[in-house]
């Protein structure tokens, strides 16, 4: 094999450091790490995939609809990009080199493209959130499918989970998960003489979205021995994060044996912090009357509007769906013709409300422009936002031009990791109440990021020849790793 490419969701190489991993431990000192950054914006997976930036791809994990509301959207695959030939996604690259390929299970690919010299079996997303069955536009070929099928290969395992019971059941189906698709990638690519391969790893970012608190804790366990009992007893979690690790580093240690790359790369997306805070950008926006609050008379009309159109039977929420964006949109308890800027949940950042994207007041450049600069010295100078390091500054406008720029936030929160943007967040920042010791019971896990939330710093190691290649004019960031399969190739 050329070059193989194993990438972990949320792969983070201090968290690794900190649990008995003897491969990986040992091909870090052999080896070598570059450090890497990543804006958080951006889909980390779809510049890996594609070695282009959100701002030309779309790439983004939220960004606005664009559809006459103010609404946001995670949708996203990389299907979007078939039709523009300056995007040469990384299986087209293999295509034109004439190299045989294996993809796995690495976010954005669902639905799969069409291939002629490879394979590509895609990720759970895009609705595709089951424990198990594989559709037809998760694997592109059938005989693959069945492969797989017979292999009882597991497509994805999130949470909040309602299949899942206890968080011992959570690590387990999590540990056979990562190691069928891990037997499978491995067979496959013997099979069929695979030359690059790029298998991703989603089972430790559900681990340290939920257990981030408790890697803490287990980490600073050398500092304070005693942190690792309570009551006199080791803690439950700590065997079920050893155990999880291990498993981890046994399957990269079977990756890099049995396949023999000339070329090993272990990288991320992002890392994982432990998430600490939560914080809403609407409730400030709201103090400095930036956003404005439909009165009740007007709420009241929109209501009854909204009845009209209720079908005996039928939910709200399923005929909401039905309606216009516009309609929609007038549901909301903002007055858009007032508000000149809004958040959402899951974007560190602001959005100005004006006439060409969003229909809302503002209109001129130099007003847009005044207005950021105003919001930005003012959350700057907040006491909170201080101390927690945070700070807002413009980001639109320094990729303006961009292909999709109107995407972008106008203002994002740099030094804002580890605190997660959510619209149901009470105050303008507030601290997570999960953060600590993590519940027996799945159904006490309602959100995604429960302890722990996306870092900066993806992990982003590789052997010494494969180091060789990166040049010092190469960004340091995720299409390094894009880049480095060109020259390999």
């Given amino acids: 094999m050329k070059i193989l490419i194993y990438g972990i969701d949320g792969g983070d190489l201090e968290i690794m450091k900190a649990f ?63 039709d523009n030939p300056e995007i040469i996604p990384l299986w087209k690259l293999a295509e034109q080199k004439g190299v045989k390929y294996c993809i796995m299970n690495v976010p954005t690919t669902t639905p799969v493209p069409l291939t002629n010299n490879g394979i590509v079996v895609g990720s759970a997303g895009g609705g595709l959130n089951k424990i198990s069955g594989i559709p037809d536009i ?17 497509v994805d395992i999130r949470i909040p989970n309602d299949e899942v019971k206890t968080t011992d059941e959570l690590f387990s189906n999590l540990k056979n998960m990562e190691d069928i698709r891990t037997d499978c990638f491995i067979e496959l690519c013997k099979d069929e003489a695979i030359e690059f391969g790029f298998l991703a790893n989603r089972g430790t970012t559900i681990v340290e979205y939920l257990a981030r608190s408790e890697i803490e804790s287990y980490a600073n366990m050398n500092k304070n021995k005693e942190s690792m009992f309570s009551n006199g007893e080791k803690r439950w979690i700590f065997d ?19 396949l023999r790359p000339d070329h090993f790369i272990i990288t991320a997306d992002h890392n994982m912090v432990p998430h600490k805070y939560r914080a809403n950008a609407n409730k400030f926006l709201i103090e400095k009357k930036w956003m404005v609050k439909k009165r009740r008379s007007v709420l009241l009309k929109t209501f009854k509007h909204l009845a009209h159109r209720i079908i005996s039977g039928k939910s709200i929420g399923k005929i909401t769906t039905k309606l216009s964006p516009s309609i929609r949109d007038s549901l909301n ?3 858009w013709k007032k508000t000149v800027a809004f958040g959402s949940t899951f974007v560190s950042g602001i959005f100005i409300n004006d006439a060409e994207r969003f229909g809302g ?3 001129k450049k130099k007003d847009i422009d005044s207005l950021i600069d105003e919001i930005c010295k003012t959350f700057n100078e907040r006491e909170d936002a201080i101390k927690m390091g945070i700070s807002a500054k413009p980001y639109r406008s320094i990729n303006e031009g961009a292909k999709f720029s109107k995407n972008l ?11 997660y943007f959510d619209l149901t967040c009470e105050g303008v920042f507030e601290k997570n109440r999960h953060y600590g010791s993590i519940p027996k019971n799945i159904a006490e896990v309602t959100t995604n990021p429960f302890t722990g939330d996306k870092g900066l710093n993806p992990i982003c190691l590789m052997t010494k020849d494969t180091e060789k290649l990166v040049k010092s004019d190469d960004n340091k960031d995720l299409t390094l790793i894009y880049n480095l399969v060109d020259r390999i190739l």
Avoid: A
């Fill in 240 to 258: 079920h994060l050893e155990q999880h690790f291990i498993s981890l580093d046994n399957n990269i240690k079977r990756l890099f044996e049995e």
């Fill in 20 to 82: 008995n991993m003897p491969f990986l431990h040992q091909f870090l000192e052999d080896n070598i790490n570059v450090n890497l950054t990543v804006d958080l914006y951006n889909r980390g997976w779809v510049e890996i995939l594609t070695g282009k930036y959100g701002k030309d791809t779309r790439g983004f994990y939220m960004s606005p609809s664009l559809d006459g509301s103010h609404r946001c959207t995670t949708n996203f695959s990389m299907k979007e990009l078939d």
């Fill in 138 to 154: 998760l694997v592109s070929d059938e005989n693959t499918r069945k492969f797989l099928e017979d292999k009882n290969y597991i």
């Fill in 361 to 363: 007041p503002l209109k």
């Fill in 409 to 419: 936030p106008d203002i994002i929160f740099s030094g804002s990791e580890g605190v």
């Fill in 333 to 335: 308890i903002y007055d």
